[in-house]
T-cell receptor, first 110, second 114 residues
Framework: AQSVTQLGSHVSVSEGALVLLRCNYSSSVPPYLFWYVQYPNQGLQLLLKYTSAATLVKGINGFEAEFKKSETSFHLTKPSAHMSDAAEYFCAVSDDKIIFGKGTRLHILP | KAGVTQTPRYLIKTRGQQVTLSCSPISGHRSVSWYQQTPGQGLQFLFEYFSETQRNKGNFPGRFSGRQFSNSRSEMNVSTLELGDSALYLC?????????????FGPGTRLTVT
């Protein structure tokens, strides 16, 4: 059965610093992998999606994620954090059903 | 293009009652999925409808049911409400199956059960 683990329910970074949000998955077949973002009082919005075309996936708002099969990881990064990045981030995996991680709330310190 | 809309946005119900939530997908989208979001359990998949057929179902009791109409609009019903059903219910639509296509989420319906 597939599953997703996001390390750290809360992550704080200083404005301008590197953002790294961790996601590990388990799946019996090569999966689709997603990162979604949820701003307060809103639904989720797709940041990026891995579909096996390339291991480094670029998304919106300067985010990117690298698929590492040997580590079963799909960590999300952004070189320089901005105050507007404060939100909750969800990693998701699917082969048939889509399963979301429990989310990581990103705090940006001024 | 209009986004995914959900009605109502807020709802307060009493234990034992039933509730129906509505979701209108983006025009042309054939897949509608429902999720329950709570602080403790995170985002949990309820079910997916594709062209009026239930394509997938999560691990929820039979009190949770849904349907999709020929215009792709979807409803979710919860019968015999329990306090633990208090949550944000999110609907998402996609042009293809939810497992491989980008999902577009609505703002959610916040259900409070007292």
């Amino acid at each position: 059965a597939q599953s997703v683990t996001q390390l750290g329910s809360h992550v704080s970074v200083s404005e301008g610093a590197l953002v790294l949000l961790r996601c590990n998955y388990s799946s019996s077949v090569p999966p689709y992998l997603f990162w979604y973002v949820q701003y307060p009082n809103q639904g989720l919005q797709l940041l990026l999606k891995y579909t096996s075309a390339a291991t480094l996936v670029k998304g919106i708002n300067g985010f990117e994620a690298e698929f590492k099969k040997s580590e079963t990881s799909f960590h999300l990064t952004k070189p320089s954090a901005h105050m507007s990045d404060a939100a909750e981030y969800f990693c998701a995996v699917s082969d048939d059903k889509i399963i979301f991680g429990k989310g990581t709330r990103l705090h940006i310190l001024p | 293009k209009a986004g995914v809309t959900q009605t109502p946005r807020y709802l307060i119900k009493t234990r034992g009652q039933q509730v129906t939530l509505s979701c209108s997908p983006i025009s042309g989208h054939r897949s509608v999925s429902w999720y329950q979001q709570t602080p403790g359990q995170g985002l949990q998949f309820l079910f997916e409808y594709f062209s009026e057929t239930q394509r997938n179902k999560g691990n929820f009791p039979g009190r949770f049911s849904g349907r999709q109409f020929s215009n792709s609009r979807s409803e979710m019903n919860v019968s015999t409400l329990e306090l633990g059903d208090s949550a944000l219910y999110l609907c998402a639509s996609s042009s293809g199956t939810a497992s491989s296509y980008e999902q577009y989420f609505g703002p959610g319906t916040r259900l409070t059960v007292t």
